[in-house]
C-alpha cells in the first residue's frame, strides 16, 4: 500500500491463507500467526513496520463487549496498564491513523472469510472516531452486521460460545443505527442459537435469555418471550429433580430461578416467584445433603434464604439450625497442614503442581499460605535493594491520588515499616498471574463451586451468614469482577471484627460526636492495635494492611467504601486477591475459649494458623 504504511508481503500471505480457509477460524489464531509473521520480517522498512503493526493491532484489541475507559469503544487492548493502551494509539499509530483506518475499511470490502469481514468492518466502524477523529461510515456497521449474520455456522465458528458472541454483537449493531430489518436478523439468529443450545442441553441457555428476554428495543414478540419463559421453567424443573443424579444440578436451577423470579416480579406474578424460591429451598437443602459439612454449611445458606423469601419461615428457621450444625462439624472436618512458600517462578506447571494437592483443604491451605508474604523476606529483600541502590534507599516517596497526597513513605532508614508496605504491595501486584493461575487449576482440579470457598472461609466460624459471600464467590465465577470486589471487601472487614469478637474484644467504640452512642470498629482500628496485631500474626497483619487498609498499600477497603476505585482497577488480580483472602480466613484458629481461661487474660488473645 502506497503512502506512509505498507502492509509486508509475508503478512498479506497470512491474511490471504485465512482468508482462503474451509475449517472454522479463530481470531486469536490469526493473532498468533501475524505476530509470528511481523517477528520474522528481515529488515522491514519503516512503513512496513506500521503495516504490519496496524494487521496485529486489529486482532490484539479485544472485543469483549464493554467499552475502553478512554474512548467509549466496544474494541480495547487488554493490557492492565493504561499507559500501554495510550502507546498504541499514540505514539505508534501517530501520523497514519487515517491510513490504519483506510486499510480495515479496504480489508472489510475485499475479503471473503465471514469471520475476517465481520472483524475488519466492525473495527472500521468502531475506531473511527478513536484512532482517525473520523465519523464512523454506517455502510461499515451493515457490512460486520451482515458478515456476523454469516459467519454463525459450526464450519466457520466452531466454539458455540464465540456464535452467541458475534449474533449478539450484530444485534447490538444494528439496534445502534436502527436498521429494524437487520435487528430483525440478528434476533432470529439469536433465539435460533438459543433453540440449537436447548436441545443440545449445552449449558448456554442464558446467553438469548439475558440478552432477549427484557429487551423491549428490537421486537421480540409475545409468543417469543413467552417462550423464553418456557425454557427457564423446563430448566428449573428438570435440574430440581433430586431422584435422577445425572441432571440435577442446583446451580442451573438457581440461576434460571432467579431469572424468573425477577421477571415474574416484574409483570406482578408474586405467587410464582415465591414458587420457584420454595424449589430453590428444596434443591439447596438436598444439594447441602450430598456433600460433606464444610459444603453443607455454605450451600444451606441459599436454602434459608429461599425458603424465607418464599414465606417460608418454618423451613427456613430448620435450615439455619442444620447449617448451624454443618458450621460446627467443619472444624472436626478441617486438618492441620503445613506448607512452604516456595515459589519457582520458572516453571508455573511446577509451582501448580506444589500447590493443588489430592485434597482439597490441602489445596485451600497451600495457596493461602504460599500468598502471605513473609515478612522477614521482605526485609530481606529491602535490605538487598539498600545496597543495591543506596541512593533510593535515601529518597523518599510520595503517592498522589487524583488531586491529592494519599501517601508518603520515606527512607528504608526513617520509615522501615513503610518500605515494607510498598515492598509488599510490588511483590503482591508481581504474583497475580500466580495466583490467578492456581486458582483456575484447583478449580479444574478438584470441581469447586462457589460454596468450597464460602465453606472453606467460614469454618473458623467468622461469618454467621453466608449470603453476601455466595454473592461475590459467585460473581468472580461469573468473572463480574466489579461485584465481586465491591461485595468481599465489606464481608472482609466483617470477618475481621469476628476475628477481634472471637479474641474476647470489644467490635464497638464510643462514637465521636454523639455521647451514649457507639459505632462499630474499622479495618484501622483492628490492625493498627497491636493487641490485634499480634494476635492475628505477622503475616497475616502485613496481608490486610498492604491490600485493604494501609494508604502507603492498595488501600483497597477505603477506595470501595469512599467510592475512590475506579473499574479500570478492578480485574481478575484484584478479585483473585480477595478470594485468597477468604482462604486465608480458612486457615486462621483461634485457641478455645478454655486454653485462654487457662492461660489467663495475658495470653488471651494468642491464636495460631493452621
Given at each position: 500500500?502506497?503512502?506512509?504504511?505498507?502492509?509486508?508481503?509475508?503478512?498479506?500471505?497470512?491474511?490471504?491463507?485465512?482468508?482462503?480457509?474451509?475449517?472454522?477460524?479463530?481470531?486469536?489464531?490469526?493473532?498468533?500467526?501475524?505476530?509470528?509473521?511481523?517477528?520474522?520480517?528481515?529488515?522491514?522498512?519503516?512503513?512496513?513496520?506500521?503495516?504490519?503493526w496496524a494487521e496485529l493491532l486489529a486482532f490484539a484489541l479485544s472485543d469483549n463487549g464493554t467499552s475502553s475507559s478512554s474512548r467509549k469503544?466496544?474494541?480495547?487492548?487488554?493490557?492492565?496498564?493504561?499507559?500501554?493502551?495510550?502507546?498504541?494509539?499514540?505514539?505508534?499509530?501517530?501520523?497514519?491513523?487515517?491510513?490504519?483506518?483506510?486499510?480495515?475499511?479496504?480489508?472489510?470490502?475485499?475479503?471473503?472469510?465471514?469471520?475476517?469481514?465481520?472483524?475488519?468492518?466492525?473495527?472500521?466502524?468502531?475506531?473511527?472516531?478513536?484512532?482517525?477523529?473520523?465519523?464512523?461510515?454506517?455502510?461499515?456497521?451493515?457490512?460486520?452486521?451482515?458478515?456476523?449474520?454469516?459467519?454463525?455456522?459450526?464450519?466457520?465458528?466452531?466454539?458455540?460460545?464465540?456464535?452467541?458472541?458475534?449474533?449478539?454483537?450484530?444485534?447490538?449493531?444494528?439496534?445502534?443505527?436502527?436498521?429494524?430489518?437487520?435487528?430483525?436478523?440478528?434476533?432470529?439468529?439469536?433465539?435460533?442459537?438459543?433453540?440449537?443450545?436447548?436441545?443440545?442441553?449445552?449449558?448456554?441457555?442464558?446467553?438469548?435469555?439475558?440478552?432477549?428476554?427484557?429487551?423491549?428495543?428490537?421486537?421480540?414478540?409475545?409468543?417469543?418471550?413467552?417462550?423464553?419463559?418456557?425454557?427457564?421453567?423446563?430448566?428449573?424443573?428438570?435440574?430440581?429433580?433430586?431422584?435422577?443424579?445425572?441432571?440435577?444440578?442446583?446451580?442451573?436451577?438457581?440461576?434460571?430461578?432467579?431469572?424468573?423470579?425477577?421477571?415474574?416480579?416484574?409483570?406482578?406474578?408474586?405467587?410464582?416467584?415465591?414458587?420457584?424460591?420454595?424449589?430453590?429451598?428444596?434443591?439447596?437443602?438436598?444439594?447441602?445433603?450430598?456433600?460433606?459439612?464444610?459444603?453443607?454449611?455454605?450451600?444451606?445458606?441459599?436454602?434459608?434464604?429461599?425458603?424465607?423469601?418464599?414465606?417460608?419461615?418454618?423451613?427456613?428457621?430448620?435450615?439455619?439450625?442444620?447449617?448451624?450444625?454443618?458450621?460446627?462439624?467443619?472444624?472436626?472436618?478441617?486438618?492441620?497442614?503445613?506448607?512452604?512458600?516456595?515459589?519457582?517462578?520458572?516453571?508455573?506447571?511446577?509451582?501448580?503442581?506444589?500447590?493443588?494437592v489430592p485434597d482439597v483443604g490441602g489445596t485451600f491451605a497451600q495457596i493461602a499460605g504460599a500468598f502471605l508474604h513473609s515478612h522477614s523476606?521482605?526485609?530481606?529483600?529491602?535490605?538487598?535493594?539498600?545496597?543495591?541502590?543506596?541512593?533510593?534507599?535515601?529518597?523518599?516517596?510520595?503517592?498522589?491520588?487524583?488531586?491529592?497526597?494519599?501517601?508518603?513513605?520515606?527512607?528504608?532508614?526513617?520509615?522501615?515499616?513503610?518500605?515494607?508496605?510498598?515492598?509488599?504491595?510490588?511483590?503482591?501486584?508481581?504474583?497475580?498471574?500466580?495466583?490467578?493461575?492456581?486458582?483456575?487449576?484447583?478449580?479444574?482440579?478438584?470441581?469447586?463451586?462457589?460454596?468450597?470457598?464460602?465453606?472453606?472461609?467460614?469454618?473458623?466460624?467468622?461469618?454467621?451468614?453466608?449470603?453476601?459471600?455466595?454473592?461475590?464467590?459467585?460473581?468472580?465465577?461469573?468473572?463480574?469482577?466489579?461485584?465481586?470486589?465491591?461485595?468481599?471487601?465489606?464481608?472482609?472487614?466483617?470477618?475481621?471484627?469476628?476475628?477481634?469478637?472471637?479474641?474476647?474484644?470489644?467490635?464497638?467504640?464510643?462514637?465521636?460526636?454523639?455521647?451514649?452512642?457507639?459505632?462499630?470498629?474499622?479495618?484501622?482500628?483492628?490492625?493498627?492495635?497491636?493487641?490485634?496485631?499480634?494476635?492475628?500474626?505477622?503475616?497475616?497483619?502485613?496481608?490486610?494492611?498492604?491490600?485493604?487498609?494501609?494508604?502507603?498499600?492498595?488501600?483497597?477497603?477505603?477506595?470501595?467504601?469512599?467510592?475512590?476505585?475506579?473499574?479500570?482497577?478492578?480485574?481478575?488480580?484484584?478479585?483473585?486477591?480477595?478470594?485468597?483472602?477468604?482462604?486465608?480466613?480458612?486457615?486462621?484458629?483461634?485457641?478455645?475459649?478454655?486454653?485462654?481461661?487457662?492461660?489467663?487474660?495475658?495470653?488471651?488473645?494468642?491464636?495460631?494458623?493452621?
Amino acid at each position: 500500500m502506497a503512502g506512509a504504511l505498507v502492509v509486508p508481503l509475508a503478512i498479506e500471505e497470512v491474511i490471504a491463507r485465512f482468508d482462503a480457509a474451509s475449517a472454522p477460524l479463530d481470531e486469536h489464531e490469526v493473532q498468533r500467526a501475524l505476530g509470528t509473521a511481523r517477528s520474522a520480517l528481515t529488515n522491514p522498512t519503516d512503513a512496513e513496520k506500521l503495516g504490519a503493526w496496524a494487521e496485529l493491532l486489529a486482532f490484539a484489541l479485544s472485543d469483549n463487549g464493554t467499552s475502553s475507559s478512554s474512548r467509549k469503544t466496544y474494541f480495547s487492548l487488554v493490557s492492565s496498564d493504561p499507559k500501554d493502551d495510550a502507546t498504541v494509539y499514540s505514539s505508534d499509530i501517530a501520523g497514519v491513523e487515517n491510513e490504519i483506518l483506510s486499510l480495515w475499511t479496504q480489508r472489510a470490502k475485499t475479503l471473503k472469510h465471514p469471520v475476517l469481514k465481520a472483524r475488519y468492518a466492525d473495527l472500521a466502524w468502531d475506531m473511527s472516531r478513536a484512532i482517525a477523529n473520523a465519523r464512523p461510515d454506517p455502510e461499515m456497521a451493515r457490512t460486520a452486521i451482515d458478515a456476523y449474520l454469516a459467519s454463525l455456522t459450526e464450519n466457520l465458528r466452531d466454539d458455540a460460545h464465540g456464535r452467541f458472541h458475534a449474533a449478539i454483537r450484530a444485534l447490538g449493531l444494528a439496534a445502534m443505527i436502527r436498521d429494524a430489518a437487520r435487528v430483525e436478523l440478528a434476533k432470529n439468529a439469536l433465539l435460533s442459537l438459543h433453540r440449537e443450545a436447548m436441545a443440545a442441553d449445552q449449558g448456554l441457555w442464558w446467553i438469548t435469555i439475558d440478552r432477549l428476554l427484557d429487551d423491549k428495543n428490537v421486537g421480540v414478540t409475545g409468543p417469543e418471550r413467552d417462550q423464553l419463559v418456557a425454557d427457564l421453567e423446563s430448566i428449573v424443573g428438570k435440574r430440581s429433580n433430586t431422584s435422577d443424579p445425572s441432571v440435577f444440578n442446583p446451580h442451573a436451577v438457581e440461576s434460571a430461578a432467579k431469572k424468573l423470579i425477577k421477571y415474574y416480579n416484574k409483570h406482578g406474578k408474586g405467587d410464582d416467584a415465591r414458587r420457584l424460591h420454595e424449589v430453590m429451598g428444596r434443591t439447596f437443602e438436598h444439594f447441602a445433603s450430598l456433600g460433606n459439612a464444610t459444603l453443607a454449611s455454605s450451600v444451606l445458606q441459599t436454602a434459608v434464604n429461599a425458603y424465607r423469601d418464599a414465606g417460608l419461615q418454618q423451613e427456613s428457621k430448620r435450615a439455619r439450625i442444620a447449617m448451624e450444625e454443618k458450621i460446627a462439624q467443619s472444624h472436626d472436618e478441617a486438618a492441620t497442614f503445613t506448607f512452604e512458600q516456595t515459589i519457582s517462578r520458572e516453571d508455573m506447571d511446577k509451582f501448580l503442581g506444589e500447590l493443588v494437592v489430592p485434597d482439597v483443604g490441602g489445596t485451600f491451605a497451600q495457596i493461602a499460605g504460599a500468598f502471605l508474604h513473609s515478612h522477614s523476606g521482605l526485609e530481606k529483600r529491602i535490605a538487598q535493594l539498600q545496597q543495591q541502590s543506596p541512593l533510593m534507599a535515601m529518597i523518599g516517596q510520595t503517592i498522589v491520588a487524583d488531586n491529592h497526597v494519599a501517601a508518603k513513605v520515606g527512607s528504608v532508614e526513617g520509615d522501615p515499616f513503610g518500605r515494607l508496605i510498598r515492598q509488599a504491595q510490588q511483590e503482591m501486584s508481581l504474583s497475580d498471574m500466580w495466583l490467578v493461575n492456581v486458582l483456575g487449576r484447583a478449580i479444574e482440579a478438584h470441581g469447586l463451586m462457589p460454596g468450597h470457598f464460602v465453606g472453606w472461609a467460614a469454618r473458623s466460624g467468622l461469618f454467621s451468614d453466608l449470603t453476601l459471600l455466595m454473592e461475590g464467590v459467585a460473581a468472580w465465577y461469573e468473572q463480574d469482577f466489579v461485584k465481586a470486589v465491591h461485595v468481599l471487601v465489606p464481608q472482609v472487614e466483617k470477618g475481621l471484627r469476628s476475628i477481634v469478637s472471637n479474641l474476647g474484644k470489644p467490635i464497638t467504640k464510643r462514637h465521636p460526636k454523639i455521647p451514649g452512642v457507639s459505632v462499630v470498629i474499622g479495618m484501622g482500628d483492628i490492625l493498627y492495635s497491636d493487641e490485634i496485631r499480634d494476635a492475628l500474626g505477622q503475616e497475616l497483619t502485613l496481608h490486610f494492611l498492604t491490600l485493604y487498609s494501609d494508604p502507603r498499600g492498595f488501600n483497597l477497603r477505603n477506595k470501595v467504601a469512599h467510592g475512590m476505585i475506579d473499574a479500570d482497577e478492578i480485574d481478575p488480580g484484584l478479585a483473585s486477591r480477595i478470594i485468597h483472602t477468604l482462604l486465608a480466613f480458612g486457615i486462621w484458629e483461634p485457641l478455645s475459649k478454655a486454653t485462654r481461661d487457662k492461660q489467663g487474660p495475658e495470653t488471651d488473645t494468642a491464636a495460631v494458623a493452621t
